[in-house]
């Protein structure tokens, strides 16, 4: 709405129109230009194999900050470390006597606590339910190795079982959803 209270009329435009080695070679490959800059002893460069190409950006998913869906794609890497350390804490704990579980809680969820700070400023997590499923284990290992006296069944399995059922069903389900989403854009727009 203009600010007199008419409607503003709205004019279709057309995709912007990009040459794919305009910003590194500038005017001569847009076709203003004379000649490319040469080195001495170098052929001058081909362009036969530039296209022009429309900007179709893919719709935004909700994939944490600054994440690309190619980084999504990468083996699960951070999880799995997270269950290598959750599984390895219960062994050496039912190894351990009181004092040096505590010692060893409090080391433990700041080295699981340090990783996934990193695996959050690596993009690596979908979104704050991601990110609060694996800081999920980190608690479970803070408040056994804190509130459970002494460790001596294998019962953990069961929890590190259930852990990867939910964090890994969860990335798998909000994968596919990124696929369909990103196969119906393509479609949609001839790709």
């Not at 010692?103 to 996934?116: E, F, G, N």
């Not at 408040?143 to 069961?158: K, M, T, V, W």
Request: with cysteine.
């Amino acid at each position: 709405m203009t600010p007199s209270g008419e409607k503003k009329k709205l004019v279709p435009v057309e995709p912007a129109r990009v040459h794919h080695r305009q910003s590194e070679f500038g005017k001569f490959v847009s076709g203003e230009g004379a000649t490319p800059p040469q080195l001495p002893g170098n052929s001058p460069p081909d362009f036969s194999s530039s296209t022009e190409t429309d900007i179709n950006p893919l719709p935004k998913v909700q994939m944490g900050s600054g994440a690309v869906a190619q980084r999504r794609c990468m083996v699960q890497g951070w999880t799995l470390a997270l269950g290598v350390i959750y599984l390895a804490t219960f062994h050496l704990w039912m190894r351990l006597d009181r004092p040096a579980i505590i010692t060893s809680t409090l080391v433990i969820t700041a080295l699981a606590t340090t990783l996934l700070m990193v695996a959050n400023k690596r993009s690596y997590f979908i979104n704050a339910w991601d990110k609060l499923f694996h800081a999920s284990v980190v608690a479970d290992i803070f408040a056994e190795g804190l509130l459970i006296p002494a460790h001596e069944d294998y019962g953990f399995y069961l929890c590190a079982l259930a852990f990867g059922v939910v964090i890994l069903g969860y990335r798998l389900r909000q994968f596919g959803r990124l696929s369909r989403r990103l196969s119906r854009h393509l479609s949609a727009n001839g790709v």
